[in-house]
Structure formats: C-alpha cells, structure tokens
C-alpha cells in the first residue's frame, strides 16, 4: 500500500514551515504612533515537532525536524509512527521539493503551481512567517489598526487579499492570523499559543493550530484542512552554521 504522507507532506509544509531581561512591551495608542511588534530576528533556526493533520478523512501524525536560514532556506524531515524518515523536503525562494524515501519517488512544487492548487497566494516569505509566528508583511506605521480588550488588530491589504494581524496588547507578540482572498473567500487562520523564551532573548509559540478553508478551482466544493503543530524543542543559532543534508537519489521518479 502506498504511504499516506505524501503528497500530503507537501502541504503539510508550506502550511508549516523579546529578551527575558527586559518586561514585555504594552501598547499605549497615547503615546506611541508605531506598533512596535516582537518578532524572531536570527541566523539560523531549528526545532523538534509533532504535526497532527487532518482533511476530511486523512489523518496523519508524524515527529518532524525542521532547520530554517533565515530568508532562504526551511528543510524538514518526517518521520510517521513507523519510526523511519518518511519524506525530506526543502524549502527556498523558488519552489518546494519533497522525497518519499519509502515510495522512491519525489515531488516539485513552484510557488505558481502551489498557488493555483489551493486557489490561494502561496510564497516563502508566508511559509517563513507563518512557522516562527511572525507577521506575514511587514507592517507599516500608515496602516489601519482597531484596538480591542487583548489585542491591536492591523488590517493589511495586498490586492485582493486582506491579512488581519491580531498583536497581543500585553505581549507585542502575534497572537492571530486571518488571511482573506476576498474574490474566493478561501481563508487561512492561525492560532498561536504557548508562548516561551528559546535561547534567553526570543519568544516563540510552542502551538499552533493551522486551519485553511479553500475552494478547488472551477468547483464550489470546499475543504477543510487543520494542522496541528507542537514544538518539543526550539533553538536559535546566531553566527553558527546550520546543515541542510539533501539530495534526490537518481532512481526517484519525479511524480
């Protein structure tokens, strides 16, 4: 029987992928014309994770790896309850390749190809923010901000998609993410909780909860896809060089 994980793996990827010295940051809307959000700043990156995914029937659970170079490169390797390395992907600014060590077989998805797939606008820049917890644009000072009990939710619009930012007011850290392609309603909503220091000067989301509600192209039928991600262990690495070990065997076929 073919192994489930994939082509799975590959959407369970591109949905993948503040100092403890000083007080947590708190919005005063008074005082202060910036939003000053706590983001990740680092050289290299890599966590131990557990990934529950579910669509419709589909369920998979599997231990992954992961290692990002900030700005250029998220690798990962699965690994499902049978205990060896299911598939191993990388990441980059041009598209995602994924190998299903036990099918002997791998996969090659552009950013073009992943975006009409899902009916939704996919690139690394998303991938990266959406894994570390951080805001998917960068937010400027002119953009419109409604302040609510726990959080500043920042409305940002890039042609016909909105990205709601909830920050929390008592963390500076995003807290949620509602991302809306207006002309098909296909959303992508992400909660982040857990919150710990890794390494003394950064605050990370241990949980998250992915949900993406899309439309196939051409059909009016929907899909529900959740992902559950659950960091064990989380470590910065600032100046010290990161392996990435990855190579597609030459009797892989291409699927």
């Given at each position: 029987?073919?192994?489930?994980?994939l082509?799975?793996a590959?959407?369970?990827?591109?949905?993948?992928?503040?100092s403890?010295?000083?007080?947590?940051?708190?919005?005063?809307?008074?005082?202060?014309?910036?939003?000053?959000?706590?983001?990740i700043?680092?050289d290299?990156f890599?966590?131990?994770?557990?990934?529950?995914?579910?669509?419709?029937?589909?369920?998979?659970n599997a231990?992954?790896?992961?290692?990002?170079?900030?700005?250029?490169?998220?690798?990962?390797?699965?690994?499902?309850?049978?205990?060896?390395?299911a598939?191993?992907?990388?990441i980059?600014?041009?598209?995602?390749?994924?190998?299903d060590?036990?099918n002997?077989v791998?996969?090659?998805y552009?950013?073009?190809?992943?975006?009409e797939?899902?009916?939704?606008n996919?690139?690394?820049?998303?991938?990266?923010?959406?894994?570390l917890?951080?805001?998917?644009?960068?937010?400027?000072?002119?953009e419109?901000?409604?302040r609510?009990?726990d959080?500043a939710?920042?409305?940002?619009?890039?042609g016909?998609?909105t990205?709601?930012?909830?920050?929390?007011?008592?963390?500076?850290?995003?807290?949620?993410?509602?991302?809306?392609?207006l002309?098909?309603?296909n959303?992508?909503?992400?909660?982040?909780?857990?919150?710990?220091?890794v390494?003394?000067?950064h605050?990370?989301p241990?949980q998250?909860?992915?949900?993406?509600v899309?439309?196939k192209?051409g059909?009016s039928?929907?899909?529900?896809?959740?992902i559950?991600?659950?960091?064990?262990?989380?470590?910065?690495e600032?100046?010290?060089?990161m392996?990435?070990?990855?190579n597609?065997?030459?009797?892989y076929?291409?699927?």
């Amino acid at each position: 029987m073919k192994n489930r994980l994939l082509p799975q793996a590959g959407l369970i990827a591109l949905i993948l992928f503040v100092s403890c010295n000083r007080k947590l940051a708190y919005f005063d809307f008074l005082e202060r014309n910036k939003l000053d959000v706590q983001e990740i700043n680092f050289d290299y990156f890599s966590t131990k994770t557990k990934i529950n995914y579910t669509e419709g029937d589909n369920k998979i659970n599997a231990s992954a790896n992961i290692r990002i170079r900030k700005d250029s490169i998220i690798w990962f390797s699965l690994t499902p309850a049978l205990g060896i390395e299911a598939a191993r992907g990388i990441i980059t600014k041009d598209s995602l390749v994924v190998v299903d060590r036990l099918n002997k077989v791998y996969f090659v998805y552009t950013y073009a190809a992943l975006s009409e797939k899902y009916n939704f606008n996919i690139d690394y820049e998303l991938l990266e923010s959406i894994f570390l917890g951080n805001p998917p644009r960068n937010i400027q000072e002119n953009e419109r901000v409604v302040r609510e009990t726990d959080y500043a939710m920042v409305e940002q619009k890039e042609g016909e998609v909105t990205f709601n930012n909830y920050i929390s007011t008592k963390t500076s850290k995003l807290e949620k993410l509602s991302i809306v392609d207006l002309p098909t309603t296909n959303t992508l909503n992400i909660t982040y909780s857990d919150f710990q220091v890794v390494d003394e000067f950064h605050i990370f989301p241990f949980q998250s909860l992915i949900s993406l509600v899309y439309n196939k192209p051409g059909t009016s039928e929907a899909f529900n896809t959740q992902i559950e991600i659950e960091h064990n262990k989380a470590d910065v690495e600032d100046g010290k060089k990161m392996k990435f070990p990855f190579n597609i065997p030459q009797k892989y076929e291409r699927k």
